[in-house]
C-alpha cells in the first residue's frame, strides 16, 4: 500500500466507513479531533463515540498516535492462511448473494404469498442469509461461493475435485440443533475463477480512497472489524454492481439441507476427513468439513424453486425434515 499521511488515512477511514465500531475508525475520529484543535478529552470522547475502547485506552492510544503516527495504533492482522488477504472470500461471496437475491425476486413474482427476509445486514450474525417466509412456513437459506476446488478430494474424501464442495460440519450441526435454522439449507454456486476476475475488477474500479480504505481492512483487525469489512464490501458491490455482475459467471446454484449434510457425515466418514481418515499432514487442516458431490448429494435450485412456486415453502421443509426407519447397528458390547 502506497504512504498516505495520517490525516489522508484518517479521513478515508471516517468517509468510507461511517458509523462503523471499528476500533480504528474510532481511533480515526480522534485524531481528526486532536489535530483539529479539539482537547484530548473531547478526542478520547470522539473515540469511545460507538467503539468499546476504554477510557484508560483511548488516552494512551491518542497519546501515541501523536508521537508514533496513527497507524501505529491499530492492530496488525495475523499473517496465516486467508488472513493475509480477506478479498477471496468477502467480495466473491457477496457477489453470489447478490446473483442469488436476484433469483429470488423472481421467485417471488411467480407466487406472491412468499416473502423473503435479508438477514445478512441486520448487525447479527446468524446462520442465514436469507429466510423465505410463507404464512408460517419459514425456510432459511445460507449462500455459499465454493471458489476453491480440493485439489486432494479424490485421494482423501473420493470425490473428483471438480465434483466437490465443503459444508463446514460444526456450522450444519449448529443448524440442525437450533430451533430457528433446523430446515438450514445451503445454496451454492461453483466458480473457481470468480476471485481471480473479482480481484482484476478491484484494481480496475476502486478510487485511490476505496483502495486505501480495503488495503487497511485486509492489514489491520480489532473490535468491530467484521461489521466494518461487511459494510465496505456491502457499499462496493452496490455502487459497482454492473462491473461486478459481469465478472461473476452464470453458474447454476445448488442446494442441499444442513440435515442431509450431517446424514452424509454419519453415513459416509470417509467424506470427512480427520473422522474417516487420518488426512491432516496430507492435504487438509483448519476447518472440518463435509465433502458433498454436487451430481449425487446437492438438488438444482431450480428444482427447489420450481416445487416453491407449485407447492410452496412448506413442501421443501416436508422434504428437508423427511424421515424413513432402518435398521442400524446397534451393538451391545
Known amino acids: 500500500?502506497?504512504?498516505?499521511?495520517?490525516?489522508?488515512?484518517?479521513?478515508?477511514?471516517?468517509?468510507?466507513?461511517?458509523?462503523?465500531?471499528?476500533?480504528?475508525?474510532?481511533?480515526?475520529?480522534?485524531?481528526?479531533a486532536s489535530s483539529g484543535g479539539a482537547t484530548d478529552e473531547k478526542a478520547?470522547?470522539?473515540?469511545?463515540?460507538?467503539?468499546?475502547?476504554?477510557?484508560?485506552?483511548?488516552?494512551?492510544?491518542?497519546?501515541?498516535s501523536k508521537t508514533d503516527g496513527l497507524l501505529a495504533t491499530f492492530k496488525e492482522r495475523e499473517r496465516k492462511g486467508s488472513a493475509e488477504n480477506a478479498a477471496p472470500k468477502l467480495f466473491p461471496?457477496?457477489?453470489?448473494?447478490?446473483?442469488f437475491a436476484e433469483l429470488l425476486e423472481s421467485l417471488i413474482s411467480d407466487r406472491s404469498t412468499v416473502k423473503c427476509e435479508d438477514e445478512r445486514d441486520t448487525?447479527?450474525?446468524?446462520?442465514?442469509?436469507?429466510?423465505?417466509?410463507?404464512?408460517?412456513?419459514?425456510?432459511?437459506?445460507?449462500?455459499?461461493?465454493?471458489?476453491?476446488?480440493?485439489?486432494?478430494?479424490?485421494?482423501?474424501?473420493?470425490l473428483d475435485p471438480d465434483d466437490c464442495i465443503p459444508i463446514p460440519a460444526y456450522k450444519a450441526f449448529g443448524a440442525i440443533e437450533s430451533d430457528s435454522y433446523s430446515?438450514?439449507?445451503?445454496?451454492?454456486?461453483?466458480?473457481?475463477?470468480?476471485?481471480?476476475?473479482?480481484?482484476?475488477?478491484?484494481?480496475?474500479?476502486?478510487?485511490?480512497?476505496?483502495?486505501?480504505?480495503?488495503?487497511?481492512?485486509?492489514?489491520?483487525?480489532?473490535?468491530?472489524v467484521k461489521?466494518?469489512?461487511?459494510?465496505?464490501?456491502?457499499?462496493?458491490?452496490?455502487?459497482?454492481?454492473?462491473r461486478f455482475q459481469k465478472a461473476a459467471s452464470n453458474t447454476p446454484f445448488v442446494a442441499i439441507s444442513a440435515r442431509r449434510a450431517i446424514r452424509i457425515l454419519k453415513t459416509k466418514p470417509r467424506r470427512t476427513p480427520g473422522l474417516g481418515l487420518k488426512a491432516w499432514g496430507t492435504g487438509v487442516s483448519g476447518e472440518v468439513n463435509v465433502h458433498v458431490s454436487?451430481?449425487?448429494?446437492?438438488?438444482?435450485?431450480?428444482?427447489?424453486?420450481?416445487?416453491?412456486?407449485?407447492?410452496?415453502?412448506?413442501?421443501?421443509?416436508?422434504?428437508?425434515?423427511?424421515?424413513?426407519?432402518?435398521?442400524?447397528?446397534?451393538?451391545?458390547?
Open 1 to 32: 500500500m502506497a504512504p498516505h499521511s495520517d490525516r489522508e488515512v484518517a479521513e478515508a477511514l471516517c468517509r468510507l466507513l461511517p458509523g462503523a465500531s471499528w476500533e480504528a475508525v474510532a481511533l480515526a475520529r480522534g485524531f481528526l
Open 44 to 64: 478520547v470522547s470522539a473515540i469511545r463515540e460507538g467503539s468499546r475502547i476504554a477510557p484508560g485506552r483511548a488516552r494512551t492510544l491518542l497519546a501515541r
Open 93 to 99: 461471496a457477496r457477489i453470489t448473494e447478490q446473483r
Open 123 to 158: 448487525g447479527e450474525y446468524t446462520l442465514a442469509d436469507y429466510s423465505l417466509c410463507e404464512l408460517s412456513d419459514r425456510l432459511p437459506i445460507n449462500v455459499k461461493n465454493a471458489g476453491t476446488r480440493f485439489t486432494n478430494a479424490q485421494a482423501l474424501v473420493g
Open 183 to 224: 430446515s438450514l439449507v445451503y445454496v451454492c454456486s461453483v466458480d473457481f475463477e470468480l476471485a481471480r476476475r473479482v480481484g482484476e475488477v478491484l484494481k480496475e474500479t476502486l478510487t485511490d480512497e476505496e483502495t486505501l480504505v480495503w488495503g487497511i481492512l485486509n492489514d489491520y483487525t480489532g473490535s468491530g
Open 227 to 242: 461489521a466494518a469489512e461487511d459494510q465496505f464490501v456491502s457499499l462496493t458491490v452496490s455502487k459497482y454492481w454492473e
Open 294 to 333: 454436487i451430481k449425487e448429494d446437492m438438488t438444482p435450485w431450480e428444482t427447489v424453486r420450481d416445487r416453491i412456486v407449485s407447492k410452496g415453502v412448506g413442501d421443501i421443509l416436508r422434504a428437508v425434515g423427511r424421515r424413513r426407519q432402518e435398521w442400524v447397528d446397534d451393538p451391545e458390547i
